[in-house]
């Protein structure tokens, strides 16, 4: 009996035990610098890439073939001849997103992008989860592309049966699959472009963005001499400029925003740039204005050719022109949509190898995925890899019924950004995790260092005279003591308050999508939680930032304004859209989830590179490396 007690309490003693590691893994943090990373591979990325790439790069992954059709239907159906206004609004907001990238960029330049930052704020958990919906984004995002640029090729040849046999879709008899092998092709040729080196893609990527720049400003100029030649009929509607009111200016703002998507492939090109401090903010800002200041152009001059409901859904811009006589036009607008396809499908399989490759760094994916050619200084195994996995998805499915999954990794990447600034900023991590291999310089260091402390201690005490050694603790250590004990106190009110914030965004956001309850429980919830979020703001506003934040990872560079308020106001955006996205594409995206979750419990976990590592305070972690060095 007495032994059949003890094995009871020692099983649950090693659950507990498990439990505890799986917590402890989740929140495990890894050190700032990437660069120490990097050293121990035999290669490394190249160092080439300048701020006119990362534009080219930027632009060419955020202006897609949507833009083309996208001024139609929310015009038609969401903002009217407001539809500009939307476009600006939903800069705005991307614009929050593109703030806190770019501090956190300049901070901690690495190819994970958003991964790489929420591992180093927020933990591995978190990190892995984000990482795991780029993929997903990536993969998809790809794919999708691919396959919308069979019809816009035909349409430019002048119909499907125009391709050659080679290029045209195919139903597989008796499943009812259609085969296109045009995408598939076309997702190997930028595979291979992307395997021959980071500087020869981004001269594909500009050549191409400037190609699909040019025909949207034809389609400006050429636009607005048509509207001032015979009036801008589009804006002369009985109903006025809102004909579906401000809510749904805003409605059309929510649609359009993710039109800014892509700005974040920027990102993971860090450890490739000559500048990273200069050159990532820099290219960030200018793609976002680019962006913003071509859609208003285009999507002003489209809602004033044409009453906004007799836009054509699928054609918009083509059929705006035709409505003038200018049908030649159709051919330089399909030439614009391919190249903003192809550039599109380019800027979504860049980023993918990178990630893959920052997660095999850290231990969490497999090492191939980590391997560095030594000729072209690029991921070629994982870039081949993915590239094969999505040529084969465009070819045997379409995946355009999933692209709303695309969107999940996107908006949850700008959320744990938004909130890796916030952490950063009030409570950035103390300690750094080392290798074991280094126990024994951290022992020494950590034990020269006590005794220092305990030297100058004595020193103290004995230099006073005429009081007794109690006397004069009392007088050398409370003043410390009070010193730690204040920015302990800051700390833990610091952490409460952003935790508090996320927990009044998550209620305002649920509360405000749920528009199957009843309005006054609604009205209810969405106050509690407007006065959890404010309070939390007003708190967090009141604390001092952490003077760490001035040695986090490298100096200089950008620091994002306006903190926490902006990031607060990034997250709360970010939140909305997506508990707004639906049932059926959560559902989608939780089973994606699910498989992720089994592979980081039963690979990524225990060969995550932090599974042995030892956690000291960041100021020894220099004493200690370079104790290291000189002992080696």
């Known amino acids: ?292 200041v071509l859609y208003m152009l285009v999507s002003t001059v489209i809602v004033g050719l044409v009453p906004y409901y007799a836009l054509d859904p699928d054609t918009p811009i083509s059929s705006a022109f035709a409505s003038y006589g200018v049908q030649w036009a159709m051919y330089i607008i399909t030439v614009g949509a391919v190249t903003a396809l192809f550039a599109s499908l380019l800027g979504s399989i860049l980023p993918q190898p990178r990630i893959l490759m920052a997660m095999a760094r850290d231990g969490l994916l497999p090492s191939i995925f980590a391997d560095i050619n030594k000729h072209t200084q690029v991921p070629v195994k994982g870039t081949i890899i993915t590239g094969l996995f999505a040529a084969a998805l465009a070819f045997f499915m379409d995946v355009s019924q999933l692209a709303g999954m695309v969107s999940v990794g996107t908006l949850l990447a700008f959320t744990t950004v938004a909130l890796s600034v916030l952490i950063l900023r009030y409570v950035p991590p103390h300690e750094s995790p080392l290798p074991s291999s280094l126990q024994e310089a951290i022992n020494s260091n950590l034990s020269q260092l006590d005794g220092d402390n305990l030297e100058t201690d004595s020193n103290v005490i004995g230099d006073s005279s005429g009081s007794s050694d109690k006397g004069n603790t009392m007088l050398s250590y409370p003043l410390i003591e009070r010193d730690i004990s204040r920015e302990e106190k800051r700390r833990k009110t610091a952490a409460w308050a952003i935790a508090l914030v996320c927990i009044g965004i998550l209620i305002v956001t649920f509360t405000a999508s749920a528009k199957y309850l009843p309005s006054i429980p609604r009205f209810i919830s969405c106050g509690v939680g407007g006065v959890l979020l404010l309070g939390s703001l007003i708190v967090l506003a009141s604390l001092d930032q952490d003077d760490a934040r001035h040695s986090f990872g490298h100096r200089g560079g950008f620091a994002c304004p306006y903190v926490p308020f902006l990031p607060a106001a990034c997250i709360l955006i970010n939140s909305y859209l997506l508990i707004d996205l639906g049932l059926t594409t959560w559902i989608r995206v939780s089973v994606w989830f699910a498989i992720g979750a089994l592979v980081y419990v039963f690979y990524g976990r225990t060969h995550s590179s932090l599974v042995n590592a030892v956690y000291v305070r960041t100021d020894y972690v220099d004493e200690i490396c370079c104790s290291s060095n000189h002992v080696a």
Not at 39 to 68: C, F, M, P, W
Not at 140 to 160: D, H, K, W
Request: net charge neutral; hydrophobic share 45%.
């Open 1 to 292: 009996m007495l032994v059949r007690e003890q094995s009871s309490r020692d099983s649950d003693v090693d659950y507990g035990r498990r439990l505890s590691g799986v917590f402890e893994s989740l929140v495990r943090r890894k050190q700032v610098d990437s660069e120490n990373v990097t050293r121990e591979n035999h290669h490394q990325l190249a160092k080439k890439l300048s701020t006119l790439d990362l534009v080219a790069i930027g632009v060419g992954a955020t202006i897609g073939a949507g833009v083309y059709i996208l001024v139609g239907t929310v015009a038609r159906e969401h903002a009217g001849p407001s539809l500009t206004i939307s476009f600006l609004i939903a800069g705005v907001a991307a614009a929050l997103s593109a703030f806190c990238y770019a501090e956190l960029a300049c901070r901690c330049p690495s190819a994970g992008s958003a991964y790489h930052y929420t591992y180093i704020c927020v933990g591995e958990g978190v990190a892995w989860l984000v990482g795991w919906a780029l993929i997903l984004e990536w993969t998809i995002g790809g794919s999708t592309v691919a396959r919308g640029i069979t019809p816009n090729l035909a349409l430019f040849l002048g119909g499907e049966d125009k391709l050659p046999v080679f290029l045209a879709r195919i139903t597989i008899p008796g499943l009812g699959i259609v085969v296109d092998p045009c995408a598939a092709i076309l997702i190997c040729i930028v595979t291979a472009l992307l395997c021959f080196g980071i500087k020869k893609s981004s001269l594909a990527q500009t050549i191409v963005t400037t190609i699909n720049v040019c025909a949207l400003l034809f389609i400006a100029i050429v636009g607005g001499y048509l509207g001032f030649r015979d009036g801008w009929i589009g804006y002369e509607l009985p109903n006025g400029y809102f004909p579906f009111g401000v809510n749904g200016m805003f409605a059309g703002s929510a649609v359009v925003f993710f039109s800014y998507i892509g700005f974040d492939s920027i990102t993971s090109t860090a450890e490739e740039m000559k500048n990273p401090q200069r050159d990532l903010p820099l290219g960030i800002g200018l793609t976002m204005l680019i962006c913003s």
